[in-house]
């Protein structure tokens, strides 16, 4: 089957990737023509663990090639993936821009039936929109369909996320669509993945009451690890609690310094806006929102009083994306942190091991450095923004002996505080006791 998949970012590139490896005829389309011949000779614009290698394979063996011309890939195609970006207005609300030039241009070059499928994080409602935007765009009487069929990706995982998903959503009345959509992915099917097939405005909320649900329970273990740093006790330990409890579960339980990235931000504040367009308040959602942003908040506090002020000090910190194994930065708390230090008055010094290109822009006054050792050279003390598993094991003795004074901010709970007060360190973590150095010399 022949499919063509609009826009060639994260959500797009590998959606695009996995249905080639499926066996799919893909073109992948993009009107940024850097994007597309970078594509074609095999580079990659994202990092995303083994997506360069499924990228090339499916390009070698034919089944994947990319274009900026939109019409012919269309004409050509059974089934139409639009995986464009729907970024936050200001009101939070989601823009639907590229979601309406790609629909006015499926209308356009409209031939035959097709499956227009949205991947992208859309608003309820606009699987109607683009139905009636496709429909007055069309000169000739075409059968189409219009499907959701909402992507739940996680960076840093996203390939076997769409290989071995926890389900496949599909939103369709017709019935001959979701037969091509089921016939698509008919790999998934054999492996006994669950499908929900639904109406397009349930699949539509589907999506973004999963997000709001896992960025509420981020919050709410935040809250926690606030209150557990006045009452003394262990927030990983309640956490653990907690999660071995099978209708709680462990995922999404890890205190740290709010939630961050692409998703969970924006579409926090889509459903937020949602609900007011409707005339209710989502109460839960404004609050986890209130909540994420005081949590940043808080860790910028955290991290001054460590320090004991920040003028005049150099700062180490480590990790700078939103979250390990991505080089995405949007909305990433690490970014507040810098941020406020060189606001300060401090000298920063970061490293992480993909984003930093994406950085270099935002920080003329920043030292990039080449290890989290270099990093390390002379500081006052360090901040781990991201859980890279590098991080997890640093020699401690090295470390020590480059620091001006033995401190750590662990801004995610990577070491155990026993093992720092050994070591040495001042530690400093997130919802729990604290290693202090006179108690170490004590």
């Not at 066996?23 to 000779?41: H, R």
């Not at 090639?65 to 729907?86: K, Q, W």
């Not at 609900?275 to 109460?283: H, K, L, N, P, S």
């Not at 209130?290 to 180490?316: H, I, P, W, Y």
């Amino acid at each position: 089957m022949k499919i063509c998949v609009v826009g060639t970012g994260y959500v797009g590139l590998v959606t695009g990737a996995c249905l080639a490896d499926f066996g799919m005829k893909v073109v992948g389309v993009d009107k940024v023509a850097d994007k597309i011949e970078a594509l074609k000779q095999g580079e990659i614009p994202i990092y995303e663990p083994g997506l360069k290698t499924l990228v090339r394979k499916n390009m070698d063996e034919g089944r994947l090639r990319f274009t900026t011309e939109l019409g012919p890939a269309l004409e050509d195609a059974r089934a139409i993936f639009i995986a464009v970006g729907t970024p936050s207005r200001s009101d939070g609300s989601a823009d639907l821009t590229f979601i309406r030039e790609v629909a006015a241009s499926i209308g356009t070059h409209l031939t035959g039936y097709k499956v227009i499928v949205t991947k992208s994080t859309v608003p309820i409602g606009t699987g109607q929109m683009i139905r009636e935007i496709v429909e007055s765009e069309s000169e000739h009487d075409q059968a189409f369909a219009v499907v959701s069929n909402p992507e739940f990706l996680r960076e840093g995982s996203a390939i076997e996320d769409f290989m071995v998903p926890d389900r496949v959503v599909i939103g369709s009345d017709e019935p001959r669509a979701i037969d091509i959509m089921l016939d698509i992915y008919s790999p998934l099917r054999v492996a006994d993945v669950p499908f929900v097939i639904t109406n397009v405005e349930t699949a539509e909320l589907i999506k973004y009451a999963s997000n709001g649900f896992l960025a509420t329970k981020i919050s709410f273990i935040n809250e926690v690890a606030r209150l557990s740093e006045i009452l003394g006790a262990d927030v990983e330990t309640v956490a653990r609690g907690m999660g071995l409890d099978e209708r709680i579960g462990p995922k999404f339980l890890h205190p740290g310094p709010g939630f961050g990235g692409s998703c969970f931000p924006k579409d926090a504040r889509a459903v937020a806006q949602i609900a007011r367009d409707q005339g209710i308040e989502f109460e839960i959602m404004e609050a986890v929102l209130r909540v994420n942003e005081g949590t940043k908040v808080r860790m910028v506090e955290k991290v001054s009083q460590a320090f004991a002020g920040l003028d005049d000090k150099t700062v180490c910190v480590l990790g700078l994306s939103f979250k390990p194994e991505t080089d995405d930065i949007r909305e990433s708390p690490a970014l507040e942190i810098v941020d406020h230090l060189l606001a300060a008055g401090a000298r920063v010094r970061v490293f992480d091991p993909v984003a930093m290109p994406e950085c270099r822009p935002l920080w003329p006054d920043v030292y990039f450095a080449e290890t989290s050792y270099d990093a390390a050279k002379g500081a006052d003390g360090v901040v781990i923004a991201t859980e890279w598993n590098q991080f997890r094991a640093l020699e401690l003795g090295r470390l020590k002996k480059l620091l001006s004074q033995p401190l750590i901010v662990d801004l995610r709970n990577i070491y155990e505080p026993a093992k720092m007060k050994a070591a040495g360190f001042e530690y400093i973590s997130v919802g729990r006791p604290n290693a202090r150095l006179a108690e170490v010399e004590a």
